[in-house]
């Protein structure tokens, strides 16, 4: 039967197939063995699915399938995450359309806003994730601010604060001045820049000057102390003296702590106490005042002199560098190049700020985390990873959690203000009177992190607190899949929550893949306009094009490189693939008009194993070395290696040798057609099975159209295929190579003269070996046909005819073909000499340029190892061309 069209066209039929295996329940976990759990990082409920979503989802989804067609429970469980501080921002520009701030609407007002907009756009991504054949259990998917979830956030937070490991203090934190809010240390993500290190005088009140150096010189109107290390000696003699703060008249002690950098600058360094937090510490520790000199939007408050006031930071830096400079106070300026903190959400620099904030006490929870890993209970891939966790873990420092938002979980805190109570209640319910005295409370403004509810989700989006079937069922997970990016903001942490509140690893492997980047290797990224939205190579070559794509091209611990300038270069061998799979397929499945023979069984009509002809025993080896490989690799987390293993197979031994190799047999021109349509339809079913993980769809319309499979059938409940012993035959392996060189050798020799595919040559197999000879007399119709060979004659030694291409095989066998009544020799001849002198002059020049001692010292390394690579490279093609001119016998 065949009713595949001619050429593969995957947009017809993706999308249907999709609807197909959702309406029938396929998704969710049905399987008989151990549960397989894997959680979906969740995505932003704002966001749109870009190359990190598609190569992050499709490793999910490959291995989720793996494992459903190896008969285990799976779940993969989805979710959205309500991305608080980037959430609020668009709905807040939204607004700004419309001439209006969050203010001007007010709280209640704007979270309804919010949740206006997430109802309207909140299942795009999910609607792009199915594009991609992602086969999540989307009855089951989450969203962090769902009821169940926000009442798990609540319990944590109460429970956490009733052990005393939540607490609020006043701290320096990361101020964004852009979203208004607190970040914790990981969201302030460090960049390197470019700046400027600042040499100020400042004068001694007693005579003479310092030198403090800084990168930030608008900070100066804020120091309340200079610090120097009480072992250096250039400045024994200060401490305890004071300076005059230039532009502010005030005068500021010089004291002595052992935490300053001799190194760094002049070894002297201006403590602001309200914007950095080594100052801070220092001033806790010296009783230096705190002077508060930037406003939440980073302007200059009214602490400062009266000409700098209600600058912003930037414009203030460049008016305080200009007075100092016109009072002779800048000594020099030096170029600096450092890590400044941005917002991981605006990218606006942060500042370091002093504010009362929510803090987790992390120390207590990374203790067994860590432990988890040093005992093996915890797994990286690849391991690298799980040592940055380590070191993550040995130097943690606690969580500020509150954020000065409006939309996210609010604080479950409520404080009374009543005259002599005070009393402050964390919550797990709202409250409306006080606890202690009856009297109003007011619930604190501020928003927990983000952060604070995704990392509960492996057991919150099981019905957590609840001790629900699914929770008992699913939890502990399996694998979390995700980028290295999120390390520290959410898989530690979720590590840390699981044990702390469920007493065991929500997972216990960690695959931390590689990040997609250009061909210059620069991330993927809408500022830098070098993305490529996975939707429009779907559309272009199908989903399958893109998983291959992402899946062959990334190898455990490597980046992803694809080009955004040319997706048909990126996404070619997807697409190809794909191309050659189809054609495989109707030319297989074209030849069977009802099930084949069984291979094996007690069936009267099972095919013998003297049936099989050496073709069929080694596709059927090949075929089993396959699963292997491709098992082992799944199982490793080795995807690219699994690809390429079901690759080799499916286009090389299946498609360009095996189909080739029978198509005597299926066209009745030689006996065995029932033999090598069983065969063929057993290895490519096998071979489907295995490639399904990849490219679901394509493999699961070929699998439908097998003569009696039920109409409902799919690959998506289909068994994996399992190693099968009976199918190993190193002999058949071995001896089908052999007939695969000979042929691959005379293909060889016509590319090399330009011998035209369509006409026959004659060839002659040499070799002193009987088992040679019997093997090569035996499968001579396969050679002559593949090859294009007549006559294919037999030698027990070198024919020495120099006129002939000639190629050695590893195993010695000589395969030679007479050139004489094929090509022009003589024209052939003066090709071959004139391109060898052409090349003989390159390689004198070369030599002559690399025997320059003063070349070969003063360029640089690799230059000069570059071209040496030259000149070898050229001296192969002379000498491979002198032997080409002694074979045909040029010289004579």
């Not at 943690?396 to 604080?411: K, M, V, Y």
């Not at 050496?614 to 491709?630: P, Q, S």
Request: with cysteine; net charge negative; charged share 25%.
């Amino acid at each position: 039967m065949n009713d595949l069209a001619p050429q593969y066209d995957p947009r017809p039929l993706e999308s249907p197939l999709y609807q197909q295996w959702e309406a029938a329940g396929w998704f969710r976990p049905s399987g008989p063995g151990d549960p397989y759990v894997i959680m979906i990082p969740p995505p932003n409920v704002t966001a749109h699915l870009h190359m990190g979503h598609g190569l992050n989802n499709t490793i999910q989804d490959a291995l989720i399938r793996f494992e459903r067609m190896r008969g285990r429970d799976t779940l993969w469980l989805p979710g959205t995450d309500h991305a608080g501080i980037a959430t609020q921002n668009v709905v807040e520009r939204l607004l700004a359309t419309e001439g209006h701030t969050r203010f001007d609407i007010g709280r209640d007002a704007f979270e309804k806003r919010v949740r206006s907009h997430v109802g309207e756009t909140g299942t795009a991504i999910i609607q792009q994730l199915k594009a991609i054949g992602a086969s999540a259990d989307w009855s089951r998917t989450y969203f962090t601010l769902d009821a169940g979830l926000s009442r798990a956030v609540r319990e944590v937070f109460v429970r956490l604060h009733e052990r005393g490991l939540i607490y609020r203090g006043k701290y320096i934190i990361n101020w964004c001045p852009r979203c208004l809010t607190a970040l914790s240390n990981e969201e302030a993500e460090k960049e390197e820049v470019d700046g400027s290190l600042w040499h100020i005088r400042y004068p001694l009140t007693d005579g003479g000057h310092l030198v403090v150096a800084t990168t930030r010189p608008e900070t100066m109107l804020g120091d309340t102390g200079v610090a120097v290390h009480p072992e250096d000696a250039r400045y024994t003699d200060l401490v305890g003296r004071a300076v005059m703060l230039p532009l502010t008249n005030r005068q500021i002690p010089i004291v002595a702590d052992d935490t300053i950098d001799q190194a760094f600058g002049t070894g002297c360094v201006k403590m602001t106490p309200a914007h950095d937090p080594l100052d801070f510490e220092i001033a806790q520790r010296h009783g230096l005042p705190i002077l508060d000199i930037l406003s939440p939007e980073a302007r200059m408050t009214d602490e400062v002199p009266s000409a700098f006031r209600g600058l912003d930071r930037f414009e203030a830096r460049r008016a305080v560098v200009q007075a100092l400079t016109d009072a002779g106070l800048i000594e020099k300026v030096e170029p600096h190049r450092h890590a400044v903190g941005h917002c991981y959400r605006c990218h606006t620099i942060v500042e370091p700020r002093l504010s009362n904030q929510w803090f987790v006490r992390m120390a207590p929870l990374a203790e067994p985390a860590l432990a988890a890993y040093r005992d093996g209970r915890l797994t990286f891939i690849p391991p690298r990873r799980g040592e940055e966790y380590a070191q993550w873990m040995e130097g943690i420092r606690d969580w500020c959690i509150s954020r000065q938002l409006w939309w996210g979980h609010r604080i479950p805190v409520f404080y009374c203000d009543a005259p002599g109570c005070g009393k402050v209640s964390a919550s797990r319910d709202d409250i409306t009177s006080c606890p202690n005295c009856g009297g109003a409370v007011r619930q604190d403004e501020d928003v927990l992190d983000t952060w604070f509810s995704s990392w509960l989700v492996p057991f919150s989006s099981l019905g957590w607190p609840d001790a629900t079937p699914d929770l008992q069922r699913y939890y502990p997970g399996n694998t979390l899949v995700t980028a290295p990016e999120i390390l520290f903001f959410w898989v530690a942490r979720m590590i840390m929550a699981g044990i702390e509140f469920m007493g065991e690893l929500p997972f216990t492997t960690v695959y931390l893949h590689g990040t997609v980047r250009d061909t210059q290797h620069r991330k993927m990224s809408k500022s830098l306009g070098n993305g490529i939205d996975p939707l429009e190579v779907v559309d272009r070559f199908g989903a399958d094009a893109l998983r291959y794509t992402v899946l062959a091209g990334t190898a455990v611990g490597t980046d992803l490189i694809l080009d955004p300038q040319d997706l048909d270069l990126s996404f070619a061998a997807g697409r190809n693939f794909a191309n050659k799979l189809w054609n495989a397929g109707r030319f297989l499945l074209g030849h069977l008009d009802a099930a084949p023979r069984p291979l094996v069984g007690p069936e009267p009509t099972a095919i013998a194993p003297e049936e099989l002809q050496l073709a069929d025993r080694w596709i059927l080896a090949r075929c089993d070395e396959m699963v292997r490989e491709a098992t082992s690799a799944f199982e490793r987390f080795r995807l690219n290696d699994a690809a390429a293993s079901v690759y080799r197979f499916i286009w090389s031994d299946l498609a360009d040798w095996y189909i080739e190799q029978i198509k005597p047999r299926l066209y009745g021109d030689q006996p065995g057609g029932d033999v090598a349509r069983a065969v063929g339809a057993q290895t490519f079913d096998v071979a489907l099975r295995v490639l399904h993980p990849i490219m679901p769809f394509i493999t699961d319309v070929l699998w439908k159209r097998f003569p009696g499979r039920h109409p409902d059938a799919s690959l998506m409940t289909a068994a994996w295929p399992a190693p099968d012993d009976r199918a190993q035959h190193p002999t058949a392996v071995e001896d089908f190579r052999l007939v695969q060189d000979v042929v691959s050798a005379v293909r060889s020799i016509r590319a090399e003269y330009g011998i035209p595919l369509g006409k026959a040559v004659p060839a002659t197999v040499a070799s002193d070996r009987q088992a040679v000879r019997d093997l090569i007399q035996a499968e001579q119709s396969t050679i002559r046909r593949l090859a294009r060979v007549e006559p294919l004659g037999w030698s027990d030694q070198d024919v020495g005819d120099k006129a002939a291409g000639t190629s050695v095989l590893p195993d010695g066998t000589a395969v030679l073909v007479p050139l004489g009544d094929l090509i022009d020799i003589g024209r052939e001849c003066e090709r071959l000499g004139s391109e060898a002198d052409r090349l003989t002059g390159l390689v004198r020049a070369q030599e002559t340029k690399l025997s320059n001692d003063a070349f070969v010292t003063r360029a640089p390394a690799e230059i000069v190892a570059r071209e040496r690579a030259k000149l070898a490279g050229w001296q192969e093609q002379v000498a491979l061309l002198r032997q080409k001119q002694e074979r045909l016998d040029c010289a004579s």
